[in-house]
């Protein structure tokens, strides 16, 4: 008679298992691919981690001369180089996060297949590994800002109030497209035009002065907005605060992470058939 039993690991069923403690128990799963995405970013490159700084160093320099010199796009007496940094750095965070979290599920399909975990995981990835990246360029930024003459500011740790919003924003966000993009082949496709579009619907290039006065309260309701705006009042330390698009700002991004999580949760087992 055999006596052997067979255990079966099978998903816990409802929301439980995107509980903090349920993530806490697979940590080392989280904290090994976090690291391994961190060092294949800048695998076989000559300089490594600059590449950072490069991109965004060289989009502020180009806009600077394009915008800045010769379409003179005014900033209120504010350094060009600063206004664009202070938002890109921002902006690249969240488009990247959101674009390797569209594919990280069929990115990842080898560990989906083979054994379980929290699937979010696979999303959360991106976003804790983009957060040096995010880091090191509000650094560079700020050094920036003393370059081109502003004096240190106490308003500066808020810049923790953009950081903490553009979070859940990016997390929520890519939970939505992880899925969307294998149940919708065509969403991998068109989400680079999406982003394209997002980021000249939001003052990633200009400052938000420039939007018709009768039109800001339907503008703020961006998210990105209040992140940006706030980003810059808190370098620069002076204006008007973003009340209203900061509030903004944090029911959106709530409301994404939320619904992400719900989404996720709902489509994941179905999900993971697909790929």
Not at 65 to 84: D, E, F, H, K, N
Request: proline share 6%; net charge neutral.
């Amino acid at each position: 008679m055999n006596n052997s039993e067979e255990t079966v690991i099978t998903p816990v069923l409802g929301l439980s298992e995107m509980t903090i403690k349920d993530l806490w128990r697979h940590r080392d799963l989280l904290r090994y691919l976090v690291k391994r995405d961190m060092q294949m970013a800048y695998a076989n490159t000559a300089i490594g981690m600059f590449w950072v700084l490069l991109q965004p160093l060289a989009m502020a320099l180009v806009l600077s001369v394009v915008l800045g010199a010769l379409i003179r796009v005014p900033t209120s007496g504010q350094p060009y180089p600063v206004v664009i940094l202070a938002a890109y750095s921002f902006w690249i965070y969240f488009s990247n996060v959101v674009s390797r979290s569209a594919l990280s599920m069929s990115a990842n399909s080898h560990l989906l297949t083979k054994v379980y975990f929290p699937r979010v995981i696979i999303v959360l990835v991106p976003v804790i590994a983009g957060l040096l990246d995010l880091i090191v360029l509000l650094c560079i930024t700020l050094v920036v800002a003393l370059l081109f003459g502003t004096s240190p500011q106490v308003s500066w740790l808020m810049l923790a109030a953009p950081i903490l919003l553009v979070i859940p924003l990016a997390l929520g966000t890519g939970l939505w497209f992880s899925l969307l993009t294998v149940h919708v082949r065509d969403i991998a496709h068109a989400l680079p035009i999406l982003l394209q579009v997002a980021m000249y619907a939001s003052p990633v290039l200009h400052p938000v002065a420039l939007v018709p006065e009768r039109w800001r309260w339907l503008y703020d309701l961006n998210p990105v907005v209040g992140i940006i705006e706030t980003s810059r009042w808190a370098i620069f330390g002076s204006g008007e605060f973003p009340l209203y698009a900061l509030g903004a700002s944090v029911v959106v991004s709530l409301f994404m992470l939320i619904t992400g999580i719900v989404f996720f949760r709902a489509l994941e087992d179905v999900t993971s058939d697909l790929i």
